[in-house]
């Protein structure tokens, strides 16, 4: 599936006018368009249980359950693709959590998202590394990143969100509290507390702490 096709067929809610719909809709092109990040596509299975969800002809709960037992029926097919069942198991979640109006400024909400998304599809999901990584990473042109020492990560996560808990936006123009905001974020995203799905969780954590 080319992103265009999902992409016009979700922006078509929207262009509706409906704000459930486009609610909902923004939801699903957001959790999707996360694991593109990644280079995941979602099937087309996936795109119907979204359209179907938006349209309210199920829940957010029903639509995570039929992902579920899609892939349960399809376990010992030679068809599936393990990337493709990620990108649709972690979509659905990420559009549950995004509808969700629960949260907690903690880095253990940070840890819980890393968990309800990753679950039985990252077998360390919920966990802070207990190894260091470098990578090299395609957003910045291929340059070698180094990340947090294992040993170091709660300590730095409890120090940058006791700053950011301690720091107030109040007169600060729109240029100057973005600034400010992009600084905690790539903080978190630099930290690099899990083995994978970082720049996913980071994201749905900082979606919601936005929406606080």
């Known amino acids: 599936m080319t992103d265009m096709n999902w992409n016009l067929e979700l922006n078509e809610y929207i262009r509706q006018g409906e704000p459930d719909k486009v609610e909902k809709s923004n939801a699903w092109k957001t959790a999707i368009g996360l694991q593109d990040v990644d280079g995941l596509k979602p099937s087309r299975y996936l795109i119907e249980t979204a359209k179907d969800h938006i349209e309210g ?32 198991i972690v979509s659905v979640r990420i559009a549950k959590l995004l509808g969700e109006k629960t949260f907690q400024f903690s880095p253990v909400e940070l840890q819980n998202i890393h968990r309800k998304l990753f679950e039985g599809v990252l077998h360390y999901a919920g966990r802070i590394r ?58 978190i995203w630099q930290i690099h507390p899990f083995g994978e799905g970082n720049t996913r969780s980071t994201a749905v954590f900082i979606i919601k702490y936005l929406k606080t």
């Open 130 to 187: 207990d190894y260091n990584i470098t990578k090299n990473e395609w957003v910045l042109k291929g340059d070698t990143v180094l990340y947090a020492s294992f040993d170091s990560i709660r300590a730095t996560l409890d120090y940058d969100f006791s700053q950011e808990k301690n720091f107030s936006y109040k007169g600060l123009n729109i240029h100057e509290a973005i600034r400010h905001f992009a600084k905690f974020t790539s903080g």
């Open 57 to 88: 002809k199920i829940s957010i709960s029903e639509a995570d359950r039929l992902i579920s037992s899609y892939y349960k029926e399809r376990k010992d097919s030679a068809g599936v693709e393990a990337d493709t069942k990620e990108a649709d």
